[in-house]
């Protein structure tokens, strides 16, 4: 997986509230953000949350610059604060159409429930998702 500055939309900020991106992609700058591959905005927690009853993550666009009245391109869901961990990795997918939708503007969006008391995230646009499992050692190979 390969980031980018300047698609980064949220860098270690602090969601205890529901709130957008610190950063949004003006698509007005940006126009061939991706076309005709698939797109994800992968979310990496910095600093595990407490307090709240869970956190949504999603992609949205929107025709203002700061967000307002944003479309839903994509949503991880309701995820409980307790699998929040430091470390966790959310990938969401990106619905393709962003560029003929009229919106010019591409973030995030955290929608939390409760209050959250602690809990940073780094989101990023990205082609693809690493991912990664660990199996138990003790094989042997013939």
Avoid at 75 to 101: D, E, H, Y
Wanted: proline fraction near 1%; aromatic fraction near 6%.
């Amino acid at each position: 997986m390969i980031t980018d500055q300047l698609l980064r939309v949220s860098n270690a900020q602090a969601v205890t509230t529901t709130a957008v991106s610190t950063d949004t992609v003006d698509l007005g700058v940006a126009r061939d953000i991706g076309a005709g591959e698939n797109l994800f905005m992968h979310f990496t927690v910095g600093t595990a949350f407490a307090g709240g009853t869970s956190t949504e993550m999603q992609v949205i666009g929107s025709a203002s610059a700061d967000l307002s009245s944003p479309t839903v391109l994509g949503s991880s869901g309701a995820i409980a604060t307790a699998g929040l961990t430091a470390g966790k990795r959310v990938a969401v997918r990106v619905n393709p159409q962003i560029g003929s939708n009229g919106l010019r503007y591409f973030g995030a969006r955290y929608v939390v429930v409760g209050t959250n008391t602690a809990g940073t995230v780094t989101a990023d646009v990205v082609h693809g998702v690493q991912d990664s499992k660990a199996y138990a050692s003790g094989f042997t190979v013939a």
